[in-house]
């Protein structure tokens, strides 16, 4: 994509600036394991020349990848500019003919009901302020029989009031939106009265926040970031917070304080 100027970096929010820097190439909440898990719940091959829907596609990473698997019509959509230009850019790259990406709200779907065979969203329904209306657009574009699948990340509650509290305003200012990362049980709920059926949730624990970077590519990473917060007092502002987080935040996930879980369901 093309470079940015200072002024315009400096108006980034942390997600855009991420994608920017080429942060953005692999999934956050269980990794690629996490995925082939969810693609494998989805059962994908079973159906014919599906039609897919990837809600919070980010770069598009998954969804190029998915769409280079199987025999099938993909659709990523994200609210930032910037991460779709360079989703399509990197689909342009890979020569896929099967996918494309378009801005969109996940709480408000530009699509007709029952417009698509499988919905699947990574790091997206428990980053929105409001679950249940985003599952009731996800049920409403899917086909009769149509197949869900999320992936998301929740809290232990046996985690501190004020360590909640904390982590919630931190990922708030990460994804640009106010967000409460909920646990298990409230997730339980949730799902179960999402209006789904055949509903099944497993909870995960390994490979949190861990991105599948080469040696190489986090160096790049790391020096592009700390050069953008030495020039750019926006960025430097904007990130430092979250950094000081970081470093508190290894430590509590050592254990079972956070996990991710695969929902899967049929309309």
Same mark, same amino acid.
């Given at each position: ?16 600036? %991420?994608?920017?820097?080429?942060? *953005? ?5 269980? &990794? ?22 990837? #809600? ?24 930032? @500019?910037? #991460? ?14 099967? #996918?494309?990406?378009? !801005? ?8 007709? @009901? ?5 919905? /699947? ?42 360590? *909640?509290?904390?982590? +919630? ?6 994804? &640009?939106? %106010? !967000?409460? !990362?909920?646990?298990? %049980? ?11 059926? @055949? ?5 995960? /624990?390994? @490979?949190?926040?861990?991105?599948? /970077?080469?040696? &190489? ?9 700390? /050069?953008?917060?030495?020039? +750019? ?16 935040? %290894?430590? #509590?996930?050592? &254990? ?12």
């Amino acid at each position: 994509m093309k470079k940015l100027s200072k002024e315009e970096i400096g108006k980034l929010g942390i997600y855009e600036f %991420q994608a920017y820097i080429g942060a *953005m190439t692999s999934p956050t909440f269980g &990794g690629w394991k996490g995925t082939d898990t969810l693609i494998e719940l989805l059962k994908i091959k079973e159906i014919e020349k599906p039609k897919i829907l990837d #809600v919070g596609c980010s770069t598009g990473y998954i969804t190029r990848y998915i769409a280079s698997k199987f025999d099938c019509e993909i659709i990523g959509i994200d609210l930032g @500019d910037l #991460v779709i230009e360079i989703a399509r850019e990197e689909a342009h790259k890979s020569n896929l003919t099967n #996918v494309t990406f378009q !801005i969109a709200n996940v709480e408000s779907l530009p699509f007709p @009901d029952n417009s698509f065979d499988i919905v /699947y969203g990574e790091a997206i329904t428990a980053l929105v302020p409001n679950p249940i209306k985003v599952l009731n657009e996800y049920l409403r574009v899917l086909k009769p029989n149509g197949k869900i699948a999320t992936l998301d990340l929740f809290m232990n509650e046996s985690l501190s009031d004020e360590f *909640m509290e904390e982590t +919630n305003e931190i990922m708030s200012n990460v994804i &640009g939106t %106010q !967000i409460k !990362i909920r646990n298990f %049980q409230e997730w339980e709920q949730i799902l179960n009265e999402s209006g789904f059926n @055949d509903i099944k949730l497993l909870d995960y /624990y390994d @490979d949190l926040f861990k991105r599948a /970077y080469s040696f &190489g590519k986090l160096v790049k990473i790391i020096f592009k970031m700390l /050069y953008h917060m030495i020039v +750019n007092k926006e960025i430097r502002h904007k990130l430092s917070p979250t950094l000081k987080f970081a470093r508190k935040f %290894q430590k #509590v996930l050592k &254990g079972d304080n956070f996990g991710y879980f695969i929902f899967t369901g049929l309309k």
